[in-house]
């Protein structure tokens, strides 16, 4: 399976991606410039952390201008996989291609720690190879990962089986202390109606070895191999 | 660059109601500390100011609040105010 990351003027989880992918995956990767304009060849496509165009204006505002951002979503309406992280879920969604904004954590503190993130659905991708109610170890490093949107939309990302994961303690509850940033519903990451794009606050692809403090990222960016090698055979 | 009367454009962005900020609750907060007690409420935002050319000022106004819309805000979770005027008027 071949996966692109995809870099911005600014990102700079771009290197963290394709050393998780390779190094923690041992699958292919390629980094995509962002004045690129195709992404053939790709099976998988992740958007990475960072501070885009310095985040001018809002975080990922700038960015979905960027050439490639047409390709990134006609791959995402063909239903392949599209995962964005940090400043690559900003983007997601300032593009249209997730509901919702990121705003400035309810601190106002930049926030950088482990948080532990619950797993709601297995229908995406990136979740299909983990049990639902499973609690990954996670690393966040934002000062806007306060997930809004109005609550008539959280009642359609609820019904719709939209929201991917959430904020909780060790052990799976959500409470206030587990929320870093004051997200809505404690909402870490959601998907599109469909499931093929994914965007959470955490850094899975800072979680690959557990020399780095732990290896639950793999679990997320490794699922999607499971779809890949149903569809192969 | 397009035909037209120039025309200067201001456009107000700030957080919808429904939207909590914790930035102008902050400012409230650091105004209540110098003694400014009669302040209610702040709700901080963005201010943009567009030089620009268009056939009327009524189509000024149309270009800039698409704009708005579609990039000096996001609609999500704010909302904006366009006021235009002609350049004439600007000193």
Known sequence: MKFGVVTFPGSNGDHDALSAI??????????????????????????????????????GAIARFSPIMDAVAEFAAAGKPVLGMCNGFQILTEAGLLPGALLRNQSLRFSCKWVNVRVET?????????????????????GEGRYFVDPETLEQLKARDQIVFRYTDAHGVET???????????IAGVCNEA??????MPHPERAYDALLGGDDGLKILGSVLRQHARQVA | MADGKLFHAEVYVSLKRLVNDPEGIEIRNGLHNLGYDEVEDVRSGKYFQLKLRASSRDEAIARVNEMAERLLSNTVIEEFHVQVRDSADVS
């Open chain 1, 122 to 142: 297995d229908r995406t991708p990136f979740t299909q190879a983990i049990d639902p109610g499973t609690v990954l170890r996670l690393p966040i490093a934002h």
């Open chain 1, 176 to 186: 206030d202390e587990a929320n870093p940033n004051g997200s809505l519903d404690n």
């Open chain 1, 195 to 200: 499931g093929n794009v994914v965007g959470l």
């Open chain 1, 22 to 59: 390779e190094l923690g995956l041992r699958e292919e990767v390629a980094p995509i410039w962002h004045k690129e304009r195709s992404v053939d060849g790709f099976d998988a496509l992740i958007i990475p952390g960072g501070f885009s165009y310095g985040d001018y204006l809002r975080g």
